[in-house]
């Protein structure tokens, strides 16, 4: 990295802080000799990358029956994928290992779900619960979507029950409809990682009377509704809203925020990722919309500033299981710089 993704005309900062649990944890810091963040360059697998959503291949633009692609994967369970579905789902699909946080980048899709029918667009966090079917059709293209699955249950964690996320307005639940579609499949395919066990069935298997009382399990929140948490004036750590068990995975929003840049730091018990949807102004050396960075934990990273004038949005996924990119991330991504997150002068000379 080079002297300009330093702030023009200050001293190179070089604190650097250490933090267990992620923002919630112990911390300790020191002052480095040297601006930690740099490396002149990296072998082995451990190393922070980018990549556009949109560069990553994905089989299901041409088979409505593939699924999307998987471009990072954690023991946990933890998968990363990417959609550019062209067309209808020819299958209700029930996945039975994890949720899945299906985040619109582009286009609008359709779910209709065992527990009601809701549209994605743009900006739009779609979550269908584990063991929840659903068949999925894109309503216009190019449609390109981000999917998020993770073993635990997604729960809202928001630091108040008001403030952050208007629950009661934003918060879209999935709704029955009773209007039934002309040509509804009639296989369930239950996934399990990679693998799928078609069942055939005589009926739709998604064809329901009525919702009982409870409120549906399916449902959407725009990044942009999801208030960033400042603590005035310097900014401080963002919060999150969405959390697994035992924090296992955490989902923030990094929009565009008061408070300047962050502190240089590593993160001893997250794989940190930043999605940047869209702006108008860049993130640091990021400008292009549905941008996905990744810095393994450990590596001493610090970011661009927050506090642009014109905004952006980003959301931030933290991981405690460490990530690997498959082969299908790596073949779209490019080896990252950690201070304003740019293509590493030696992009691509990393693996
Ligand atoms: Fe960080």
Request: aromatic share 8%; with cysteine.
């Amino acid at each position: 990295m080079t002297e300009e993704t330093h702030d023009a005309g200050a001293a190179p900062p070089m604190v650097e802080g250490w933090s267990r649990d992620g923002f919630l944890g112990e911390r300790a810091g020191l002052v480095r000799a040297h601006y930690s963040p740099d490396y002149i360059s990296v072998s082995g697998p451990h190393a922070p990358r980018r990549l556009k959503i949109g560069d990553v291949s994905c089989a299901d633009h041409f088979d409505p029956a593939a699924l999307p692609t998987v471009f990072a994967a954690a023991p946990s369970g933890l998968r990363l994928s990417v959609s550019k579905r062209a067309g209808a789902m020819p299958f209700a699909l029930r996945n039975v290992e994890a949720e899945e946080v299906h985040f619109i980048q582009e286009g609008a899709i359709e779910f209709r779900t065992d527990y009601g029918v809701i549209t994605g667009a743009p900006g739009d966090f779609v979550h269908v619960p584990r063991c929840v079917a659903y068949c999925a059709r894109p309503l216009t293209t190019p449609f390109l979507s981000f999917i998020i699955e993770c073993p635990g249950p997604l729960k809202f964690d928001t630091p108040s029950p008001a403030g952050m996320i208007h629950f009661g307005k934003d918060v879209v639940r999935a709704r029955p409809e009773d209007i039934e579609p002309d040509d509804p499949p009639t296989d369930l395919a239950l996934k399990s990682g990679d693998e799928i066990t078609l069942f055939k069935k005589a009926h739709d298997p998604l064809a329901a009377r009525r919702q009982l009382a409870a409120q549906s399990p399916v449902w959407k929140l725009n990044l942009a509704r999801v208030q960033p948490v400042v603590y005035w004036p310097h900014g401080g750590p963002p919060a999150h809203f969405l959390a697994s068990p035992n924090n296992e995975v955490l989902l923030y929003t990094l929009s565009a925020r008061p408070g300047g840049r962050p502190p240089i730091h590593v993160n001893a018990d997250y794989d940190e990722v930043v999605h940047y949807f869209r702006g108008p102004d860049p993130w640091g050396k990021v400008s292009e919309p549905g941008t996905f960075t990744w810095v393994p934990k450990g590596v001493p990273h610090q970011g661009p500033r927050e506090d642009v004038e014109r905004g952006y949005l980003a959301f931030l996924l933290e991981s405690r299981a460490t990530l690997r990119l498959t082969p299908a991330g790596l073949a779209a991504s490019e080896l990252m710089e950690t201070g304003a997150y740019g293509r590493h002068e030696t992009a691509n000379g990393g693996t």
